[in-house]
């Protein structure tokens, strides 16, 4: 990595990453990153790609949504593949290679007041292994009030899975199949007290690093000057293989792979390690 670029992780982050399952890197997106970033989200939303899955809402804004834009647009693949963040990845994971999972986008413009649920991404991943691990960068200055992301301290430890439920009416998927080794989401924001919730206001072009089975969620946008958009990368290590479990999201999966090949595919490139593809 180009130290220039970004100065090496601090063990101390990669410690309260493993404790907390969630660490803040400010300033994660150089100033002609985010210039990129924002530029192609703009691109995105007039013209979207396959995977899109907005959301209705009833409020005066919208939500935009869609996943695996790198595969159609040069900026995405340019920042989730030929930046320093999957050298980054490479150093929260521990890993000698970095699979590019897939990337998304969360728009909420100004006066959206669709919430995203709680929820954690493993199981609506078709992936198993512990080398998980979503950017999450802000687009826009983020706070509670514009829906800044909310995570549940060290729940990643907790080692559950939780049935993926849509997050509003979309037209990409009705409902997730029920996978009998999942369990109900509690009824978190109902009981706030009872867990250690935390959050952090960002500044565009921070990132928040989390991994698969960190319990998360967002409050809809209720400011009405705000936008607040959300780009997020999920990049895998060493242990994770493909997984043909049921109740999983049916854009992410992969037909060339069968139940524990390993993720290297077109669809999930090596970004860094061995036969690393650009």
Known sequence: MNNDIFPNIEQAQIDAYNKDGVVILRNALTAPMLTELRTAIASEILNPGPYYHGYATKGSGKFHGNMRLWENNPSFRNISQNSHL???A????GS???NLFYDQLFVKEAGTPIPTRW???LPYWPIRGSQTLSFWFAGDKSTRESGVLEFIRGSHLWDRYFQPEVFGKTRAIDAYEKNPD????????NHR???DIIHWDLEPGDALLFHG???????GNTSQALRRRGYAIRYTGDDVVYDARIGTNKHLSNDTLADGDPLDSDQYPRVRGLQACK
């Open 86 to 88: 999957p050298d980054i």
């Open 90 to 93: 490479q150093q929260f994971l």
């Open 96 to 98: 000698t290679k970095v």
């Open 119 to 121: 929820h954690n991404d």
């Open 182 to 189: 999942y369990e109900p989401m509690p009824d978190i924001e």
């Open 193 to 195: 007290d009872d867990y």
């Open 213 to 219: 089975l960190t319990v998360h969620g967002a409050a």
